[in-house]
């Protein structure tokens, strides 16, 4: 589009700023090259005094050449406006290349404005919207009112350094706050380890005082609990009091501002750093964990441990020691003092992140009921390695998976393994993957197949398990499962399709007896009837039968069908049914569109 015609829609979205009486426009647009974005100069006029900023304050709104469409930012002046930097509003201690504003942007979003509505994407209404918005923040601000008590409590903006590949993981929830409360160490040495790299991800294992006592353990999933860097990486930490800010809500941008944030909780963080990096004087720059208590809501108690970590200088070591000085801890303290740890040096901050069960499952977590038990599933085939991905992802991380199958190229087609899987049992493959989805994840397996003796005694301990998932198709599985002799109340469902999968059959049992017969006789006229359809695929030489790994059914038939076996485990559990409940899923194709998977037949007895 040609300038123009950008100017003409902002010349037309300026004008209806007209109608709003507290805003004076200062400069019509202008166009800054090297931003590649438009700015409008102006005014804001507010009733109420504050000590952040003139009630006659100067701004920067600035846009895109796609206006009305793309980002709408509003910046302070660099003269005449907010210089602090307050809730709800970006980190405002650094100017913009051009000197003309501040990079505070002021977060508009729908979270922090009262009376929300709707964003509106018209030339005439969008950037009225966006100062009328401007102005309301403005009035909460000089009011003290920009968060309530009620509202989620957000951390201020670290500036994060795009130099270095790597982040910083934690597992931090409301019990080791309190494992934390006990701990009367401030400071000392963590135990770090990484898993990945571009980026490397380290995450905390073990943090310790400087004399080698553990402080606190951070508790993994198999995945992460496996030590992979020996010796560990080490990394100092030192936990404060609150959050470290200057300037009312900006986290500390250089190691000055960050000896002005710990001198108003009256720690000395020189006499700290002296201590701890007599630790790491190995030539190699280490990683600072700071942490701080902070609420889940403004104005509430503290209820969880927030770390941040900063990647530090590389302090004095060796030969590297202050002028006239030996090559001694005082020494090389002496120059850290006056060469690395200067008020201007920048603080290098990684992005940080709180990997706790909690915090991740929140998205779209299982019912409390399920998360609890422990699951044994039986199978690792296509069906129940899917079942087991979606249990996971959902937060259900106690399972053990059965089974003594190999992967072959076959189940490529529909399994979640991959290439890199052919040849190896499918339970240890599908284990390790599994537990790669989640930090907290706990998956097991037993590389055995499902038997028992002339006894009836299994080869699995069957009642260590709450819940028993057979995945398996196989008749014999349900026969053993008949014939044993619990000693306490299990759940068992058992998921099996049918030819190409356009069918699901599910039962499910809760007790310490178990009968699958009528479950048979439900099933049986189905089954009966995919036998004749077989003639109708192209199946492979090496055999037929929904065991082999050439077994035609495509993905997606198999994540709907696990899919829809996840939903019916789970609402069986939350019922408390104590019925067994027999159902029959059939997809249904209305004029060559997809509709669903319906039952077909459902059968409840007891």
């Known amino acids: 589009m040609e300038s123009k015609q950008i100017l003409d829609k902002l010349n037309q979205a300026r004008r209806a700023l007209d109608s709003l009486s507290q805003v004076e426009i200062m400069d019509e647009w202008q166009f800054d090259n090297e931003l590649n974005v438009w700015y ?75 009376n929300y ?31 309530t008590e009620s509202e989620p409590f957000e951390l201020p903006e670290f500036s994060m350094s795009n130099i270095f590949e790597m982040q910083f993981a ?27 790299s571009k980026p490397f991800v380290y995450y905390v294992k073990v943090f310790k005082s400087l004399s080698n006592n553990i402080q606190h353990y951070t508790e993994w999933g198999k995945y992460l609990s496996k030590t992979t860097i020996s010796p560990p990486i080490i990394a100092p930490w030192i936990l404060m009091n609150q959050i470290p800010v200057v300037n009312e809500w900006q986290a500390p941008e250089t190691f000055g501002e960050l000896l002005v944030a710990c001198e108003k909780q009256h720690i000395n963080i020189m006499c700290i750093l002296q201590n701890i990096v007599s630790k790491i004087r190995d030539g190699k720059r280490h990683l600072l964990l700071i942490g701080f208590p902070v609420p889940r809501i403004f104005g509430g108690d503290p209820e969880i441990i927030s770390w941040k970590a900063l990647y530090l200088p590389t302090v004095s070591y060796g030969k590297r020691t202050a002028k006239g000085f030996r090559n ?46 422990r699951i044994l599933l039986i199978g690792a085939g296509c069906i129940g390695a899917s079942i087991a991905e979606i249990f996971v992802r959902a937060g259900v991380y106690n399972i053990t998976i059965a089974d003594s199958d190999i992967f072959e190229v076959g189940n490529l087609s529909r399994h979640i393994l991959n290439l890199n899987n052919i040849g190896e049992f499918k339970e240890l493959s599908v284990c390790n993957y599994l537990n790669s989805l989640n930090p907290h994840a706990n998956v097991k397996v037993i590389n055995d197949t499902l038997s028992n003796d002339d006894s009836f005694k299994t080869n699995i301990d069957l009642d260590r398990y709450d819940v028993i998932v057979d995945c398996t198709g196989e008749n014999n599985v349900l026969d053993i499962l008949q014939s044993t002799n619990f000693k306490r109340t299990h759940i068992i469902a058992s998921v099996s399709v049918g030819l190409g999968a356009k069918r699901l059959y599910v039962t ?43 077994f035609p059914g495509r993905s997606d038939d198999i994540w709907i069908a696990a899919a829809t076996s996840v939903k019916v485990i789970e609402n069986y559990i939350i019922s ?7 159902l029959i899923y059939e997809q249904k194709e209305s004029d060559g569109i997809f509709e669903s998977y319906e039952v077909v037949e459902k059968r409840e007895d007891g």
């Open 576 to 582: 408390k049914s104590q019925k067994t409940l027999s």
């Open 508 to 550: 499910l049992m809760n007790g310490n007896t178990f009968n699958f017969n009528a479950f048979y006789d439900l099933i049986s006229p189905y089954l009966q009837a995919e036998k004749v359809l077989y003639d109708d695929y192209d199946l492979p030489r090496n055999g037929i039968g929904c065991w082999h790994p050439t």
């Open 40 to 114: 409008l100069h102006l005014s804001i006029v507010i009733e109420c005094e504050t000590p952040y900023f003139p009630q006659k304050s100067q701004w920067f709104f600035v846009v895109g050449s796609e206006y009305p469409n793309g980002k709408i930012k509003v910046y302070p002046d660099v003269e005449n406006s907010i210089t602090v930097t307050l809730y709800h509003q970006a980190n405002n201690s650094k100017i913009e290349r051009n000197g003309l504003w501040r990079k505070g942007a002021l977060c508009l979003e729908v979270n922090t404005i009262p």
């Open 117 to 147: 509505q709707s964003e509106p994407y018209s030339v005439d209404e969008r950037l009225l919207y966006h100062a009328k918005r401007a102005i309301c923040w403005l009035e909460l601000a000089a009011k003290g009112k920009l968060v």
């Open 328 to 373: 001694n801890q005082q020494g090389w303290w002496m120059r850290d003092r006056c060469e690395v740890f200067t008020k201007n040096a920048k603080l290098d901050w990684i992005v940080s992140e709180n990997w706790n069960q909690h915090e991740i499952s929140q998205r779209g977590k299982m019912s409390d009921l399920l998360l609890r038990k």
């Open 170 to 196: 934690f597992s931090e929830d409301v019990v080791t706050f309190m494992q934390w409360e006990s701990v009367e160490c401030r400071y000392g040495i963590a135990e770090l380890d990484v898993y990945k």
